[in-house]
C-alpha cells in the first residue's frame, strides 16, 4: 500500500472557482504534513503546513484529519497562476510525496 | 540565505556512462534527499542521507549510489546508464532536529541519456 494517494485529476476549472483536493496517508505514526506546488518542469515548492486545527494562507486552507488519516486543502477565488500539480506530503523522519493533483485554471 | 544548490543544470550522457551529480544542502541542514522524476510522473524516491550516513534507499538498483560528505553536501552516481535514467534528479535537504521541520528542493539537474 503506498504511504500518501492522490486523485491525480486532472481538475480543469474555471477562474473565480473553488477547488479542493483531498489525499489520504496510510501510517498513523506519521507526524508532519505539507502541501506543496510543482510548476511544469521545476521543483517542489512549499505550500503551507498542515495542521490539526486548520489553517489558512489567503486563498488557501488546508486541513488534517488525523482519525481518517487525511489531508485537504482548498483553494478559493482560483487565478491563472494557481494552475499546477499540488503535493501531498507526510513526514516521520523521512518525507512521502503523493503522485500530485494536477490543477488547471481556465480564464 | 542561499538554498540548496546542485549541479550541474543539464548533463548529456551516453549509454553506459557513468553520471555525477553534486547537491550542496541548506546551511545547518544534515539530511539530504535524492529524487528522480521523470517527465510527467511523480517523484520518485532514491536515497537519504543523513550526517554523513544512508538511512533509506528506494526501490533503485545498485547503480545509482551516492555519499554524503562530512560538510553534509551530497553526490549521485548512476553507473552503466540507461535510456530510461533519463529524468530530472531533485535534491532536497531537512533538519531532523527541528519540530515541524520541511523539506526544500533545489532546482534539479536535467539528465539526459542518448
Known amino acids: 500500500r503506498k504511504e500518501v494517494e492522490q486523485d491525480p485529476g486532472p481538475f480543469n476549472v474555471p477562474e473565480g472557482a473553488t477547488v479542493a483536493f483531498n489525499c489520504t496517508y496510510s501510517?498513523?505514526?506519521?507526524?508532519?504534513f505539507f502541501w506543496y506546488r510543482q510548476d511544469c518542469r521545476k521543483e517542489p515548492k512549499l505550500l503551507m503546513s498542515?495542521?490539526?486545527s486548520g489553517n489558512e494562507d489567503g486563498r488557501f486552507t488546508a486541513q488534517l484529519n488525523r482519525a481518517s488519516q487525511y489531508i485537504s486543502l482548498l483553494i478559493r477565488d482560483s487565478k491563472l497562476s494557481d494552475s499546477a500539480t499540488y503535493l501531498c506530503?507526510?513526514?516521520?523522519?523521512?518525507?512521502?510525496f503523493g503522485t500530485g493533483t494536477s490543477l488547471t485554471v481556465i480564464p | 540565505e542561499a538554498g540548496v544548490t546542485q549541479s550541474p543544470t543539464h548533463l548529456i550522457k551516453t549509454r553506459g556512462q557513468q553520471a555525477t551529480l553534486r547537491c550542496s544542502p541548506i546551511?545547518?541542514?544534515?539530511?539530504v534527499y535524492w529524487y528522480q522524476q521523470a517527465l510527467g510522473l511523480g517523484l520518485q524516491f532514491l536515497l537519504w542521507?543523513?550526517?554523513?550516513?544512508?538511512?533509506n534507499r528506494g526501490n533503485f538498483p545498485p547503480r545509482f549510489s551516492g555519499r554524503q560528505f562530512p560538510n553534509y553536501s551530497s553526490e549521485l552516481n548512476v553507473n552503466a546508464l540507461e535510456l530510461e535514467d533519463s529524468a530530472l534528479y531533485l535534491c532536497?535537504?531537512?533538519?531532523?532536529?527541528?519540530?515541524?521541520?520541511?523539506?526544500?528542493f533545489g532546482e534539479g539537474s536535467w539528465l539526459t541519456v542518448v
Open positions: 498542515v495542521y490539526s
Open positions: 532536497a535537504s531537512s533538519s531532523l532536529q527541528r519540530s515541524g521541520n520541511t523539506i526544500y
Open positions: 542521507y543523513d550526517e554523513g550516513e544512508e538511512r
Open positions: 546551511s545547518g541542514h544534515t539530511s
Open positions: 506530503v507526510v513526514s516521520r523522519n523521512q518525507f512521502y
Open positions: 501510517n498513523s505514526a506519521s507526524q508532519s
